[in-house]
């Protein structure tokens, strides 16, 4: 199969937290990335978010969730709904099966979804604890079939928020690199950080002079008013037992605003 024949590079099976920021570092990495999505993150569920560094106030989650996909679009990163059903190992990379019947080749796939793994190769080495099952990594995102990785919930990582984006961003970073794709850092830095050296820019990272720097603080300040003027307008989300509803959505009377 050619390069042509795939329809992304990576294919990240998860639109949460550790999925969205594994498909961020992939993208910018300039790698082909598909998320698939089935409904909504967890992480939406919480009330208010109040342990993620940069937000000493904390932070809607919902609003969160929704910059982390903002972000990853901006990036290059293509984001699908879709219920992922099987991934299977090909010759070349793997076929991604949809619940709708729709599929997908991808030369990696990044496991990133909740912690149940029935939809991956049979091979893949994996325990069970309880009613959940966890793929086994090295650590960095690398699972015993070659080309997938896992991240997130399903590689058991700690159940917050912070942890999931961190290990998303080492195991998007660790395939960058098992891909041959030249990289050295995901780095801005301003104008003849390197090149008033006499190095050249390494692979990954950008140098930007005073107009450029400029102009992307402005955008900066500008997408953050614009996102953070108003409550966020989703309701909030509960365990869906707890509810007449299987996406949690409470009574209008438990609706919680800033305002």
């Known amino acids: 199969m050619n390069a042509s024949d795939f329809d992304a590079d990576v294919l990240v099976v998860g639109g949460g937290v550790a999925g969205l920021t594994a498909a961020t570092f992939t993208a910018r990495a300039g790698l082909d990335t598909l998320v698939l999505h089935d409904g909504e993150s967890i992480l939406r569920r919480n009330a208010h978010l109040e342990n993620v560094p940069g937000f000493p106030a904390g932070v809607n989650p919902r609003l969160?969730?929704?910059?982390?996909?903002?972000?990853?679009?901006?990036?290059?990163?293509?984001?699908?709904?879709?219920?992922v059903e099987r991934v299977v190992s090909t010759a070349s990379g793997f076929r991604v099966s949809t619940a709708t019947g729709d599929s997908f080749d991808a030369?990696?796939?990044?496991?990133?979804?909740?912690?149940?793994?029935?939809?991956?190769?049979?091979?893949?080495?994996?325990?069970?604890?309880?009613s959940k099952t966890f793929v086994d990594e090295?650590?960095?995102?690398?699972?015993?079939?070659?080309?997938?990785?896992?991240?997130?919930?399903?590689?058991?990582?700690?159940?917050?928020?912070?942890?999931?984006?961190?290990?998303?961003?080492?195991?998007?970073?660790?395939?960058?690199?098992?891909?041959?794709?030249?990289?050295?850092n995901d780095w801005v830095t301003p104008?003849?950080?390197?090149?008033?050296?006499?190095?050249d820019v390494p692979p990954?990272?950008?140098?930007?002079?005073?107009?450029?720097?400029?102009?992307?603080?402005?955008?900066?300040?500008?997408?953050?008013r614009e996102?953070?003027?108003?409550?966020?307008?989703?309701?909030?989300?509960?365990h869906p037992s707890l509810v007449d509803d299987d996406r949690g959505r409470v009574d209008p009377s438990w609706d919680v605003t800033d305002g």
């Open 64 to 83: 969160y969730a929704d910059l982390l996909e903002e972000q990853a679009e901006r990036n290059g990163v293509t984001i699908e709904s879709g219920r």
């Open 107 to 130: 030369r990696y796939v990044v496991a990133a979804s909740w912690s149940d793994a029935s939809y991956l190769p049979e091979d893949v080495a994996a325990r069970a604890r309880g």
């Open 227 to 238: 996102q953070f003027a108003e409550p966020h307008e989703q309701r909030q989300r509960t």
């Open 191 to 199: 104008e003849g950080y390197f090149t008033d050296r006499g190095r």
């Open 138 to 184: 090295d650590g960095v995102g690398r699972t015993s079939v070659a080309g997938l990785y896992a991240t997130g919930r399903l590689a058991d990582t700690y159940h917050q928020a912070v942890v999931a984006a961190g290990h998303g961003a080492e195991v998007g970073i660790t395939l960058v690199h098992d891909s041959n794709t030249p990289f050295y």
């Open 204 to 224: 990954g990272c950008e140098e930007i002079d005073a107009e450029e720097q400029a102009r992307r603080q402005a955008e900066s300040r500008a997408v953050m």
